[in-house]
């Protein structure tokens, strides 16, 4: 198993890569083929490219042997898109969370039986490479291998590995379609059965099924490079560990122990675990999260099913889908097999949006009426936003969102929820704004309003008294004061009343989030100085956190303020994130605080929260010396990644991160 994970560690098995140089794009528009059959033909293609491979010692089999997947469509057709409908991203499905349970359950053959001729062309593919594969492995003795693909995929799976198989075969398949982002859903309920009767009829051992699961865990980490994100490592490969079950029973089970400590063995960036907990959650759950979270890998991330539950409930979620719920690629909360959401489709700069109110009058009578003045445009801003996902230049013409069809995807998914989530960056920037503002210019009255302007306007260049007044002196989100909470409170409940009742094209709903992705840096990269003391182009703090000068008190005050916000109503996602200096994981009792921290933020109303474990000096060596840091993780936003794969910006502001001790 170690001559597995190292060989993948050493990024040797990308020597059995090829590259595909052909323009399908250019061919399938000259034949004039419609968009499912360029698809499928892609698809068909591709996977006849696949050459079998088997790594050393490994017992889940199919690797990536295609390095790229060319697009199906020449950008004039692209334009073409754009001109008729709203392009998501890249145009194909993503963050979504498919009906893993029935293919598991009943095999490939019989979704070809109720698939289209674009379904039944595609597992033909399917097929024909894991004959491949069962070919190849009955010629390198690989019997064991070669028994399980004689029934997988073409049958349900009747063993936890075949299960396994079947699963990597599906997922495989699902990124070679060119679909992104797919999560593995809540792996420790659909795969437990399997195990369960494994361990009960004795074919397999706790130790045998752990290092099968070790196995299966490396899969991950064969491909995650060729997956597209912003950065390497974000790839979306999401797990959701325990929670409730559909019928609000306890889920966790000996399964989703085995994930925490196979992650925590294996070392490695994927699959991304998160968590599910509530106030009822037992303190040992607890305990297995953050040794996990010592190892260094910036996961689990916890989500609370006290608030999410009733969140999803609240936006017209069915009560059993909304205990079924997991995360999209990094922390937005889709319910598998029945939700086609577009959970970051938009997202409201909230500094931007202080930004543009300060610049609005010359003077604001009293705070109240500068407040107000916020929420209109926080209303205003929210509806720029949702305009431009539904309308062109003609406002009587609808422009609603398109995919590229996905005939193999499709066929997994039961569409019931069309939802769109917008995410809300800059909080903690932005209520610290206003905190300075009401503190200084509207009580204190020691600050004109006119002086903050210029100050603001020229990045405080003539200013460095004041500069560091409101950089380090002013009430701060984090603090767990009144003054900066309160104004993150009112920030939060504009937003999610600005979003109330608003329908997507689609019929769904509109939902607010706390999340950031990569817009921390990106919102902020144009923004001028913020009245908080933030200077022109520094970035936000990430997701939801203070910002990133902001003197706290520690990390208790920290969840203190960020669990006051009505957050079951701004509930699309975005974590509390905190990173904690990896002496604190040093002794018993450091584990034991963390754990209880963690415990405390989910029993006080927190929503989400995801802790890393760093050591600032480590990274600044490691950005000095890569080479002799490869192994080295950190998490970014809601996924995590190899620190020396990152470009700087992002290594820089994790170095820049608050770093907290207990």
Known sequence: MEDLRQFILDRKHRAFRRAVDRNLAAEYSALGLSPRERMTRRFEYLMSLETPVFLPGEKIVFLRTVENIPDCFTEEEWEGFRKEHFIHELGYLSNISPDYETVLREGLSSLRERGDEYVKRMIDAIFALSDRYRDEAVKQGRDDVAQILSRIPRQGATTFREALQLFRILHFSLWMEGNYHITTGRFDQYMWPYLKSDLEEGRLTEESAFALLKDFFLSFNKDNDLYPGVQQGDNGQSMVLGGITRDGAPAFNLLSKLC????????????????????????????????????????????????????????????????????????????????????????????????QVVHASARFASYEEFSQAVRAEIFAECDRQIRRKEYDNSPEKSFHVWFVP???????????????????TGIATAADSMAAIRKYVFEENSVAWERLVSAVDNDFANEPELLHTLRYDAPKMGQNLPTPDEAAVFLLDCFADALEGRKTPMGGVWRAGTGSAMFYLLHAADLPASPDGRRKGEPFGANFSPSLFARTKGPFSVIASFSKPHLERVCNGGPLTMEFSSSVFDTAEGIEKTAKLVQSFIRMGGHQLQLNSVNPDTLRDAQKNPEAYRGLIVRIWGWSAYFTELDKEYQDHVIARQEYSL
């Open 260 to 355: 925490l400590q196979a992650s925590r063995e294996n070392l490695m960036i994927d699959p991304k675990i998160n968590l599910r907990v509530s106030s009822d959650t037992p303190d040992e759950i607890y305990a297995l999260g953050t040794e996990l979270t010592k190892a260094g890998l910036g996961f689990p991330q916890y989500s609370n099913d006290d608030v999410v539950i009733d969140a999803l409930v609240r936006k017209g979620y069915d009560l059993e889908d909304a205990r079924d719920y997991v995360v999209a690629a990094c922390w937005e909360f889709i319910i598998p097999k029945y939700g086609m959401d577009i959970d970051n489709i938009a997202a409201l700069n909230f500094p931007k949006v202080i930004n």
């Open 406 to 424: 996905s005939p193999l995807m499709e066929s997994l998914m039961c569409p019931k929820y069309y939802n769109f989530g917008m995410h809300g």
